[in-house]
């Protein structure tokens, strides 16, 4: 395919993905205000959130890497996204398979990490101490999130031979009980829990929660830096529960297929955050060394031999 | 500089600081915000002015609106996103909880709390204010990004109210910091309290709430009021 067209396609890919992870939060908030009782925002609030971080008149910056850290944040989620194949159109060349090559599994690892460090790097600069907890407290969680999920999905490479997300997706259709779901089910159980932590939403969310430090990391970041943070949240928010979709749950063969099936993994994380209190972070990462992380060495050692 | 020079250093400038009371003008900078040497790592001796290194002593400025049709629109977002800072300054904050419930419900009105005075854009003076809370308000308020609205909620920000002839309490509010909505009562439901963000998002959408503004020009008035109430005034003038 030509590069142009193809660059088209990922710009266009890119809108798409914003806008859906806005709809996608709002929708979110709206379930759990309905399960509050209470009406909630309405659907198209996050826009008219990021329109008004764009334009309050003053902000203030505390140096260079404070202006970088939303910028790392937001490269970080579109990285995520320039390397994801994702829609599955049986050719490798496909219009809506990015810039997806041969490997790109650990780049698209390393892409999950780079926005919170350069949000570490950022938010450190703002001298503010409740952000230096919270990324103390994110960094931390993050790990212990980072652990099983490169366990499980060492384990679905060393399963298909391949590192690359592509043709992870290439062998799991046919039939669903081709997805990793199914054949590899340890791999898949400690990449679901896993996820929970990844896509931060409560009992894991003490790090960014607005009553627990403030709001961690963010709390000196203001206006456009707010809002470049709200818009790389969408982001990521989105190629998360694509990248889980493509892991485990077969990929996508439309934008519909894609639609419905990260709308599931994410509502998944909402509806478990729904149900469970907040976990203090010593207790989340406990949880995590205990339940996932031993389900992906379980998957590893079921590979390796 | 080891720990027993600075333990020295510091009951210096503790008896010193005892001195200036002694003298005719009181001085309230506490010790660890005075002027000072501290000798860095590599031997070199760097003067420290705590209250100006940490804070901003830059007077605001007035950032007037662009007008046309895309500051109507923007004006229009800020209208319907107001996000309000979770700060309670006296008993009136007891009828904020309520909007959160879903029997008054604000997010409705697109209008949300936050915890940090960097992401909120409007401030609930919630009833009577002390002379030691106004201190904070007013360092909480600057911090605020522009532009920002203020909320007075209660009769006694208007007149004092019922504490109109307290020794700790301010009785205008409008003296010391601009207001945009007064919602009149004692204490006023929630009811009043939403009717009051409807009418601040009138004033938005009309381009009226330009009270930011009004402070920065009147800076020096303002600073002067703050000044004249607030004895024991410790903090640079404006701190952002």
Known sequence: MNIYVKLAYTLLGLLIVINWGMLMGATMRKIGARMAGRHGIPFHQPWINLLKNFSTRTTITHGIMYYLGPVFRLSGGVGLFLFMPMVFTGAVDGPWTNFSFEGDLVLILYFQVFGMLGMALGAGEGGHPYSAMGIARGLAQHAAVELPLTLAIVSIAIQYDTLSIYKIVEAQQGSILNWVLFTNPFAAAAIILAMLGALGHSPFNLVKAPNEILIGPATEYEGTYLGFMMTAGAVIHVMEAVLFMNLVFGGANSWLELIVKSFLIYFWSVFVGMVFPRFKIEQSITWFFKVPFVLGVLAILMYSF | ?240
């Not at chain 2, 009828?95 to 009105?109: A, N």
């Not at chain 2, 019922?162 to 009562?185: F, H």
Request: charged residues 30%; proline residues 7%; contains cysteine.
């Open chain 2, 1 to 240: 500089m080891s720990e027993l020079d600075l333990n020295k250093k510091t009951s210096e400038m503790l008896a010193n600081s005892k001195a200036n009371v002694k003298n005719s003008k009181k001085d309230f900078t506490r010790p660890e915000d005075e002027l000072r040497e501290v000798v860095a790592p590599d031997g070199s001796i760097i003067k420290i002015n705590p209250l100006y290194d940490y804070f901003s002593d830059e007077k605001p400025k007035e950032e007037l609106p662009r007008g046309g049709v895309v500051e109507k629109f923007l004006n229009w977002a800020r209208a319907e996103s107001i996000w309000v800072l979770g700060f309670g300054t006296g008993c009136g904050s007891i009828e904020i909880p309520p909007l959160v419930t879903p029997r008054f419900d604000m997010f409705r009105y697109g209008v949300q709390m936050r915890p940090t005075p960097r992401q909120s854009n409007a401030f609930i003076i919630s009833g009577y204010l002390s002379v030691k809370t106004l201190k904070r308000v007013i360092r909480t308020y600057e911090q605020m990004p522009s532009p920002k609205y203020i909320l007075a909620l209660g009769s006694c920000t208007i007149n004092g109210g019922m504490y109109y002839d307290s020794y700790s309490t301010i009785n205008r509010l409008d003296k010391y910091i601009p207001v945009d909505v007064y919602i009149a009562g004692c204490m006023p439901r929630p009811e009043a309290l939403l009717h009051g963000f409807v009418k601040l998002k009138e004033l938005i959408k009309a381009g009226k709430a330009e009270k930011a503004n009004e402070y920065a020009r009147n800076f020096d008035e303002y600073k002067a009021n703050q000044k004249k109430i607030i004895k024991d005034w410790n903090m640079p003038d404006y701190n952002w």
